[in-house]
Antibody
Framework: EVQLVESGGGLVQPGGSLRLSCVASGFTFNNYWMDWFRQAPGKGLEWVAKIKQDGSEKHYLDSVKGRFTISRDNAKNSLYLQMNNLGAEDTAVYYC????????????WGQGTRVIVSS | IVMTQSPLSLTVTPGEPASISCRSSQSLLHTNGYNYLDWYLQKPGQSPQLLMYLSSYRASGVPDRFSGSGSGTDFTLKISRVEAEDVGVYYCMQALQIPLTFGGGTKVEVK
């Protein structure tokens, strides 16, 4: 059974940093691209970042470039999102997501971890 | 790529059909002949789940009352007979190019 368990969310002040983690199980982690998506309170879904199987290729939403860094540790079946210089607009539930075998289609989402940026 | 969904919300009687439209600002038809359009359902209090991919392929475990169609820039998700468990917000997403983008969502309620 595929499982993605996120952690690391919480309350942080504007300008602060946070590191999200996601532990994967139930599939061969190093065979798949992985993504982070987010959902602001009461809003729709937004893609944030993606990383290739070996970590050699990364892509970011324009509004987080230079502030967020996606990474992975295949030995630990783990995905990370380092978030710096956070602003109120980054307040959201962040989802760790497995990319499937068809284009960029995602086929499994974690339950999410909530990030609140507020003073 | 900008994704536009309609309607914003839908209230359906159990057993009746429902249809949701999604339009993209650019064609989602790849040179390989596939349309890179996905449909997701986010049930209340849950994370999104994949329903359809490549416009018309049902994801594993998705009931056959769900169907997807369309090509290029116009797509439709149909539920042949809505059930109570189908409530939630439905999103289309283009899976063709980065950044991945979603429609604004369609909230489906059951009477």
């Amino acid at each position: 059974e595929v499982q993605l368990v996120e952690s690391g969310g919480g309350l942080v002040q504007p300008g602060g940093s946070l590191r999200l983690s996601c532990v994967a199980s139930g599939f061969t982690f190093n065979n798949y691209w992985m993504d982070w998506f987010r959902q602001a309170p009461g809003k729709g879904l937004e893609w944030v970042a993606k990383i290739k199987q070996d970590g050699s290729e990364k892509h970011y939403l324009d509004s987080v470039k230079g502030r967020f860094t996606i990474s992975r540790d295949n030995a630990k079946n783990s995905l990370y999102l380092q978030m710096n210089n956070l602003g109120a607009e980054d307040t959201a539930v962040y989802y760790c997501v497995k990319v499937g075998n068809s284009g960029w289609t995602t086929d499994f989402w974690g339950q999410g971890t909530r990030v609140i940026v507020s003073s | 790529i900008v994704m536009t969904q309609s309607p914003l919300s839908l209230t359906v009687t159990p057993g009746e059909p429902a249809s949701i439209s999604c339009r993209s600002s650019q064609s989602l038809l790849h040179t390989n002949g596939y349309n890179y359009l996905d449909w997701y359902l986010q049930k209340p209090g849950q994370s999104p789940q994949l329903l359809m991919y490549l416009s018309s392929y049902r994801a594993s475990g998705v009931p056959d009352r769900f169907s997807g169609s369309g090509s290029g820039t116009d797509f439709t998700l149909k539920i042949s007979r809505v059930e109570a468990e189908d409530v939630g917000v439905y999103y289309c997403m283009q899976a063709l190019q980065i950044p991945l983008t979603f429609g604004g969502g369609t909230k489906v309620e059951v009477k």
